[in-house]
C-alpha cells in the first residue's frame, strides 16, 4: 500500500475515546494499525460523539487550546517556516478562531433536520433530511499553513459528529510535534494516523501526485475524497484596471508566505503594452512591503526545505529576470522575482512554482487569455482585475477554476460562507464553514408515512391500469402555486382525500385530474 510521504510523522489520531499517548515509532502498519482504527470505529459507533453538546464542548475546548497555547503554536510556525509571530498570527490562527465561533453560533442550525418539499403523494406525510455523522475521518493536512490546513478542516469533522484522524506533514515537523502534544491534553482523542485502514471520510491537501494515492487508496473501500490540490492559478490584468492597486495585491498575494500558497497568483496574463508597467508597479509594491533590504524583512519568510529551494531555483534557468532573481541556500532565501516575455512551454509554466516567481505571459486580449487558461488544467484559483465587471464576469463564464477573486486574490479563501475547493486536476470536494459541516455529513433523507390512507396508497400496488398511470401523473406531476388559488385547490383536494379515505368511493371530480375509476383505485 502506498502512503503519502510528506504525511508520515508527527501524526494525531483524534477520536471519541479516551486521551492516551503512546510511545514509539510514528507509523505502525499491519494487526496493530487495524487494531487502532478498530478501536477508533467501535468508540464512534457507541454514539458518544453524536450529541451536540458534545461537539459544541469538544470545539470549545479545541478554541482554548489554541488561545492558550498560542505561543508555542506559533514558534512552532517559526521553526518550521521563518514565519513572524504576526503572520503566523493574521494568516493561521486568526482563521481558526473565526471559524471555530462560527460552527458555536451556527451549528444548532447546521445540525437540525432539514423539511423538504413534497408532491401532492407526500403532502400529508413528514418529509426531511437529516444531517448525520459519517463516522471515521482522515484529514492529511499540508506543510504551507501546517495549523490552519489541519486544524479548519478537524473543526468541520468535529461539528459533524465525527471520529478523526489528523495527519500533519512531516515537513513541518515542529507543528506537527507541537500538534500530537497538544490536541491529546485538550480533546478527548487518541494518538496514531495511516493510510492503509478504511475509513468514511478522506480529506487531503497537498499536491496532485500524492492525491492520487491518496485517491487510488481510497478507492479500494469506496472511501469518499475532498481533494484540496494546486495547480497554476492565473491571473488576468485588463488594461481597463488601476493598475497601482491591482499589482499591489498581486504582489501581496503572491510574496506572503515566500510563494508557498497553493492559491497564489502563479502567473500574470496581460497585453504587451502593460507588461513593463506591471513590473515597474511590482517592484514599488516589493518596496513597500519589505523595505530595500527584502532579506532582513521580518515579513518575509523562507523557503520550506532545501530540496523545494533547489526545485524553485532551477525554474530561473534560461529565464529573463526582469525584477529579483537572488537566492541564498544558506537561509533557503529566494528573493521576490518577475519573469518577462515567458515561453509558454517553459519549464516554470509546466509546473506549480509554489514560491516567490511571477512570470509574466503576453496574450493579446482577453479572448486570448481565456484560450490560454482553457488549454490547460483547470486552476485552484483564477483571478482577473478590471474596471469592467462585464467583462470579469463574462471571464468567470468562459473559463472553470476552483474559485474566482475579482480584482484582488486569495480574498475568496477568507470567506467562510463561500466553499473552498478545486476542481478537475486542482481536487474535488469543498469545506469552509457550513460546507465543511456538510462535506464530513452524510445527508440523510427521511419520509414519515402515517399507516393511514391505504385507499389513495392503492395506486402504487398492483394490478396497474391506466386510471392509475393515470392518478399517478396527477400526484406526481402536478405543481401546487403557493398563492390564494393554490391553497383553495389543497383546501379543495383535502377535504376530497378525506372522502376518498372514509368511504373509498363516490369521489367528486377535481379540476385537472383524471376520471376515477373506484374498482381499480380504491
Not at 465561533?101 to 433536520?113: F, I, Q, R, S, V
Not at 478537524?154 to 502534544?181: Q, Y
Not at 467583462?391 to 477568507?414: A, C, P
Request: glycine residues 8%; contains cysteine; aromatic residues 8%.
Amino acid at each position: 500500500m502506498h502512503r503519502a510521504r510528506q504525511t508520515d510523522h508527527g501524526q494525531t489520531k483524534c477520536t471519541a475515546a479516551p486521551v492516551q499517548a503512546r510511545k514509539g515509532p510514528p507509523t505502525r502498519t499491519g494487526p496493530a494499525m487495524e487494531r487502532e482504527v478498530q478501536r477508533l470505529r467501535a468508540a464512534f459507533q457507541t454514539g458518544r460523539s453524536r450529541p451536540l453538546a458534545f461537539r459544541l464542548q469538544q470545539l470549545q475546548a479545541l478554541r482554548r487550546m489554541v488561545q492558550e497555547r498560542e505561543e508555542d503554536l506559533l514558534a512552532a510556525i517559526a521553526a518550521d517556516l521563518s514565519k513572524s509571530k504576526l503572520n503566523a498570527y493574521s494568516q493561521e490562527v486568526l482563521t481558526i478562531l473565526g471559524e471555530i465561533d462560527l460552527a458555536l453560533e451556527k451549528l444548532p442550525e447546521w445540525a437540525a433536520a432539514r423539511p423538504a418539499e413534497k408532491n401532492l403523494l407526500t403532502m400529508l406525510d413528514e418529509a426531511y433530511v437529516q444531517p448525520e455523522p459519517l463516522g471515521v475521518m482522515l484529514i492529511i493536512g499540508a506543510w504551507n499553513y501546517p495549523l490552519v490546513l489541519s486544524i479548519q478542516p478537524l473543526i468541520g469533522a468535529i461539528a459533524a459528529g465525527n471520529a478523526v484522524i489528523i495527519k500533519p506533514s512531516e515537513i513541518s515537523e515542529n507543528t506537527a510535534k507541537i500538534l500530537a502534544k497538544l490536541l491529546p491534553q485538550y480533546l478527548d482523542q487518541d494518538l496514531y494516523a495511516l493510510l492503509e485502514q478504511r475509513f468514511d471520510h478522506i480529506l487531503y491537501t497537498g499536491s496532485t501526485a500524492v492525491g492520487k494515492i491518496v485517491m487510488e487508496a481510497a478507492a479500494k473501500h469506496l472511501t469518499p475524497v475532498t481533494l484540496e490540490l494546486g495547480g497554476k492559478s492565473p491571473c488576468y490584468i485588463d488594461p481597463d484596471c488601476d493598475l497601482d492597486v491591482a499589482c499591489r495585491r498581486i504582489a501581496w498575494g503572491k510574496y506572503m508566505n515566500c510563494g508557498q500558497t497553493c492559491i497564489a497568483p502563479d502567473y500574470v496574463l496581460c497585453e504587451p503594452s502593460l507588461q513593463d508597467q506591471v513590473v515597474q508597479k511590482m517592484k514599488e509594491a516589493v518596496k513597500e512591503f519589505y523595505g530595500d533590504n527584502i532579506k532582513d524583512s521580518p515579513d518575509y519568510e523562507r523557503i520550506v526545505n532545501l530540496r523545494h529551494f533547489k526545485r524553485i531555483q532551477s525554474l530561473l534557468e534560461g529565464q529573463k529576470i526582469a525584477f529579483g532573481g537572488e537566492t541564498d541556500e544558506a537561509t533557503r532565501y529566494i528573493a521576490p522575482t518577475i519573469l518577462t516575455d515567458v515561453d509558454p512551454e517553459a519549464k516554470v509554466m509546466r509546473e506549480e512554482i509554489f514560491g516567490p516567481i511571477l512570470p509574466i505571459v503576453p496574450v493579446k486580449n482577453a479572448d486570448e487569455a481565456v484560450k490560454f487558461i482553457n488549454e490547460r488544467e483547470k486552476p485552484l484559483a483564477f483571478y482577473v482585475f478590471s474596471r469592467n465587471n462585464k467583462l470579469i464576469k463574462q471571464m468567470i463564464e468562459t473559463t472553470s477554476s476552483g474559485g474566482v477573486t475579482g480584482n484582488d486574490v486569495i480574498m475568496h479563501f477568507m470567506l467562510s460562507s463561500l466553499p473552498f475547493g478545486g476542481v478537475g486536476s486542482s481536487g474535488m470536494g469543498a469545506y469552509h464553514g457550513k460546507h465543511s459541516f456538510e462535506t464530513f455529513s452524510h445527508l440523510r433523507p427521511c419520509l414519515l408515512k402515517s399507516l393511514k390512507g391505504e385507499g389513495a396508497n392503492k395506486l402504487r400496488y398492483p394490478p396497474n391500469s391506466q386510471s392509475k398511470v393515470d392518478w399517478a401523473k396527477f400526484f406526481f406531476l402536478k405543481r401546487v402555486s403557493k398563492g390564494r388559488l393554490g391553497l383553495l385547490f389543497l383546501a379543495l383536494l383535502g377535504v376530497v382525500l378525506a372522502v376518498l379515505l372514509k368511504v373509498g368511493a363516490g369521489a367528486p371530480s377535481i379540476p385537472g385530474a383524471p376520471t376515477l375509476e373506484t374498482n381499480s383505485v380504491l
